[in-house]
């Protein structure tokens, strides 16, 4: 019997993913994002809180998501990764968009309500019908910059290691780095940080399960939304300056349950939801009979061609 192992072109190796990944996201994208990002600061003069707080915080996410595109179409090695994003003619897109949508309140509504129940946080109704308009141009915002995020953990950092490596390297890696991502903001505790690396986790096993990056788009877009611009907490540190809902300033209490600087991220409920998510995922692909697929890559599927070199490493093994 023979075995033939082949060797994977260089640029399909982790290590070499991780640095096109930190230069283009963290170097070259960062660069843009502080650039481009004058324009909207800009504009934050003149304008209300609420407005000024979308336009400086979540706008220039816009940038991210069309510099993202544009790599893809440019690199042709990466351009397999459109089919990805692109929406389907069939609207199973949209159906997966709002089924993320829905899950992504769902998931942290519970979370608030863990918090509300245990009396951490007051929350009192002070909304208007002019200010519709801003919640409304607020969600595309946020939809943006949840999207940008997605594409290059959930797109880039989850496609391109499965090209040659299992589907749990890619799951565990991009979910470990969507948490490190978070390390600079404000409020991040130990706990904080290990529900955003299980939240990676999860949203990685979801876009697998769902067939659909745009069910991570949704969840991701909702549960910032849902607690930033609806019940006015802190989304990963970050205070929204409009809401339908406020925190009662003389609440807000950083205990297991809720963290005061860092939202309901930094409490055990949103380590639990996000862990059940995981878990009720995995019954589902074994009850399905899909949990082999964690094991393949886009190669072995015969998804990609094999960028191996000319030389084949062939080893004999005695017959049995």
Known sequence: MKEIFTKTHFTNRIIWILLIWFVLYEVVDGILLVTIGMLPRALVRNQSAGLAFV????TPLIESCLFF????LIVKKNRFMIKTFMPSREGKSMKMLGAGLLLGFLTNFFCILCA???GDIKLYLDFSVSQIPLMIFALVCVFFQSTSEEL???CFLYDRINVHYPLWVAIVINGVLFGLLHLSNDGISALALADLIICGLSYSMLRW???SIWTCFGIHTMWNFTQNFLFGLPNSGLVSEASVFHLDAATGISNWI???EFGVEGGVPAVFIDLLLIVVILVLARR???LGELL?????RGEMPLMAPKETAVVEFPEQ
């Open 296 to 300: 393949e890559s886009r190669e072995s």
């Open 209 to 211: 399960y769902s067939g």
């Open 258 to 260: 809720y963290s005061y």
């Open 116 to 118: 509300l129940i245990h």
């Open 69 to 72: 595109v544009l790599l893809c």
């Open 152 to 154: 290059w953990c959930r």
């Open 288 to 290: 399905d009979g899909r």
């Open 55 to 58: 336009l400086e915080y979540y």
